[in-house]
């Protein structure tokens, strides 16, 4: 399953893709030992919170859930609107590094997203060759969206690497027929449905999936996997939302999922499509967001045409599929969160590769050294800007809620 005429070209070299993971590492440390001060590092303090409550009482105490504990009092206050994977992680990862300050906090995401980046980078390496492979790996080690949310302490940069394995695994059992890659894949999703819900959005595409390419008579086989997904999406849902709602009962969280299914306020689909536009632009970076756009218009009309598609791309469908399901599905969640559009990453970083690899070709050669040239420095000075304003000034509310989060440990 290698893109046709990959051989042809260089690969992205494995000395490339040390010093573009090098380079996103050292993005991502950039304030990283700074206070709970920057947008949405409230979750920072919150789960960091919920890590020293499993840590201080033990989880014969805690069973596993989330619970600010003020110490003063010895009140316990439940949280019961994800599930407790993030702060049980955290909880050990405070424990082997015996820290648990912003800095080791925020370096736990930050390792998951570098898994992410050198399973896109493998990917890039394997189907993208040449240029195109090379500048979408470079967008990926840049763009504020991995760069600055990376390292943000919440569900997306811990739950992505595994999504995106549960996706290869699941991709290279269709495309090949090898069932050794079920079980792996399997594993990677229910480890992701114990740290958040869109893992089990991600086991219902891939359901989907599989019934798509069973109606198009590719295999009984597929009939079984839609369903196996579609029955390991329930069954995980179920289990999750006992553990999580122990404390605080279902009502309280299906209250929290009402909230996120309905924009309210006299919000409109145009005002969040605005929304959505200007978080992609802004942290994607327009070059990326272009490029995304281009190849869902341009595997959209292959497909209206009745080509198939190949398994490259097959894969960035899936990929966008999955990234903006919980977008559309949540709208409240992509309305207030800039960070919800980070299952898109692997989705944008790829489109900015196949849009290049299909349309470069048709240009001169210097035409398209000239588009490279103007691409990364379009990425960089536009990384740079967000990024600097970023960290310039500290947010309001982000320090509102953590002077709230104080009286807890």
Known sequence: MVAPGANARRRLSPLAMALLLLLLAALLALHSADPWQYVHDDNGRRYSSYARTHLALGLARTGGRDFFFNPLTGRLVPYGHHPPGLSLLLAGWFFVLGNDGPRAARALPATFHLVTALVLFGLLRRHYPGAPGLMAAFAFA???MSSYFGKLVNFEPVVLPLMVGALLCYWRWAE??????????????VLGSLIDWPMLLALAVVGADAARRWRRNEGRRF???SLAACVSALTLAGAVTAWVSGPVGVHELATAVEFRLHLGGGYTWWQLAGKLFDYNRRYFTEPVLA???AAACTMTWD????????????LLALLGV?????VVGFPSSTRYHAYWQFYLLPYATLSLAYVLDRFGPRLSRGSRRLLYAGIASWLVAASAFTLSTRYAT???YVLKRVRVFERYL
């Open 322 to 326: 999955v990234g903006i399901v919980p």
């Open 223 to 225: 009939l079984a996997a």
């Open 142 to 144: 840049v763009v504020p």
């Open 176 to 189: 090949g027929g090898d069932g050794r890659w079920l079980a792996p894949g399997l594993v990677l999703a």
């Open 291 to 293: 490029a995304s756009l």
């Open 394 to 396: 500290p947010s309001r």
């Open 303 to 314: 497909a209206a045409r009745g080509a198939r598609l190949p398994p490259r791309a097959r």
